[in-house]
T-cell receptor, first 115, second 119 residues
């Protein structure tokens, strides 16, 4: 069964710092990996999606990398801002058998950026 | 971009009552929708996969008679929590798979969630 782990569980940093959030998964048979943002009491906003054949994706100050063989992904946030404060979720999508199409989520990293 | 709505956004009910949550894809068709549950500081856990015109597929440990799913059209799926109890209090989120997506096949779009509190 696919298990997704995110480290750290929580992170508190001053504004302007560059951050790295980590995600690991146990089964490398994935179709893609996605990073989401969730604000308190809200739904999910997709940030970046990396296909299994890709190594990284970039959007503005965000960069996500994927090492499928080692089961790892990182989300890099440059020059963090208070508006980045949220919970960041990593999810992998299975690519075969009973896992096909399913999303498996980590517990998230709760990020606080203070001014 | 594609939008998924949920109604209601928040509901408080008494123990023993039933609560219906709607999930709608507003500008695309979705043969498949997913229902997730999220407890505080926990991850999203898939409860069931909802398929238009057929029975939902439930994950292990999820009671199908308690969590009734109806996917009657290509844009609407409903989740009914029957005889709700305080332990059912949670954040329920749906997602819908865009049938017509060509940029990233089978892209899922998430609703804003429904906060259920059972007293």
């Amino acid at each position: 069964k696919q298990e997704v782990t995110q480290i750290p569980a929580a992170l508190s940093v001053p504004e302007g710092e560059n951050l790295v959030l980590n995600c690991s998964f146990t089964d490398s048979a994935i179709y893609n990996l996605q990073w989401f943002r969730q604000d308190p009491g809200k739904g999910l906003t997709s940030l970046l999606l990396i296909q299994s054949s890709q190594r990284e994706q970039t959007s503005g100050r965000l960069n996500a990398s994927l090492d499928k063989s080692s089961g790892r992904s990182t989300l890099y946030i440059a020059a963090s801002q208070p508006g980045d404060s949220a919970t960041y979720l990593c999810a992998v999508r299975g690519d075969r058998g009973s896992t096909l199409g399913r999303l498996y989520f980590g517990r998230g990293t709760q990020l606080t950026v203070w001014p | 971009g594609a939008v998924v709505s949920q109604h209601p956004s928040r509901v408080i009910c008494k123990s023993g009552t039933s609560v219906k949550i709607e999930c709608r894809s507003l500008d695309f068709q979705a043969t498949t929708m997913f229902w997730y549950r999220q407890f505080p500081k926990q991850s999203l856990m898939l409860m069931a996969t909802s398929n238009e015109g057929s029975k939902a597929t439930y994950e292990q440990g999820v009671e199908k008679d308690k969590f009734l799913i109806n996917h009657a059209s290509l844009t609407l799926s409903t989740l009914t929590v029957t005889s709700a109890h305080p332990e059912d209090s949670s954040f329920y989120i749906c997602s819908a798979r865009d049938d017509g997506s060509t940029v990233v096949p089978d892209t899922q779009y998430f609703g804003p969630g429904t906060r259920l509190t059972v007293l």
